[in-house]
């Protein structure tokens, strides 16, 4: 939340110099038009390379708020940008250089390395669509550029799709012939073999087992026989039976 004031500030900052340019342009016309235009950009040539001094020294804060200051002189010289994005990804400021680039690129939407920065800086904070967005504006710019790819590649695979990830992450390998970035060709192969062990790993799944069959109800015991009657004793003779005197 720190970030976020400086970044509305930024993105305040970048409109107003942005219709200042344009107002200039408009009026390019004219001597005063093309004579501010030209003083804008080199005080802010001056300050890239108070920039670059900087950066030399090993002091990147100063040398970042120079190259900040180039652009909000002159938020068309793009060359700023492309010295301030490492600063900016070294220090994880990747909400600012969201909004710095998205105002640079949509005022040259051919600026390709203003695209590839600012997918790597969506990519990083995870937003994933954006990300997929840039480097593909990055792709129609340069296709025959390797990096983009590969991000491209990492951004489909935490997507979730997989086929999309390895095509890019192929092309990406196809096209790398750097011999400085074998480490990321080695990584690009890895992150292959993973999606190739994850989706092996789902087809092959077994099924759940059969629910077991529920077990027969219990028979219920067989109903008690009642007992049987008792028989009464015969009757004894006595003198009070008439039967005592039949003779048998």
Request: charged share 25%.
């Amino acid at each position: 939340m720190r970030a976020l004031p400086r970044v509305l500030a930024i993105l305040v900052g970048v409109a107003v110099a942005l219709t200042d340019v344009a107002g200039a342009r408009a009026a390019g016309a004219t001597g005063a038009g093309n004579t501010a235009l030209a003083r804008n950009r080199k005080l802010a040539e001056q300050a890239k390379k108070d920039g670059d001094a900087a950066a030399a020294a090993g002091d990147p804060a100063k040398a970042l708020a120079a190259y900040e200051h180039a652009m909000d002189i002159d938020p068309t010289f793009l060359a700023a940008y492309d010295a301030a994005a490492p600063l900016w990804f070294a220090a994880k400021q990747y909400d600012v250089a969201i909004a710095r680039l998205d105002g640079a690129v949509k005022a040259d939407a051919k600026y390709a390395m203003g695209w590839y920065n600012l997918a790597f800086a969506h990519r990083k904070k995870g937003h994933n669509a954006e990300a997929v967005f840039g480097y593909e504006k990055f792709i129609d710019l340069r296709p025959s550029e390797p990096d983009a790819y590969y991000g491209l590649g990492l951004t489909y695979k935490a997507m979730g799709e997989r086929d999309k990830a390895r095509t890019a992450l192929k092309k990406y390998i196809e096209l790398e012939k750097r011999t400085d970035k074998q480490s990321f060709v080695d990584k690009a192969k890895a992150e292959l073999a993973d999606l190739d062990k994850a989706g092996a790993g789902a087809a092959e799944k077994p099924a759940a087992p059969a629910p077991a069959p529920a077990p027969a109800p219990e028979k219920p015991p067989a109903a008690e026989k009642p007992p049987a009657a008792v028989k009464p004793p015969a009757p004894r003779a006595s003198i009070m039976n008439p039967k005592w005197l039949t003779v048998e």
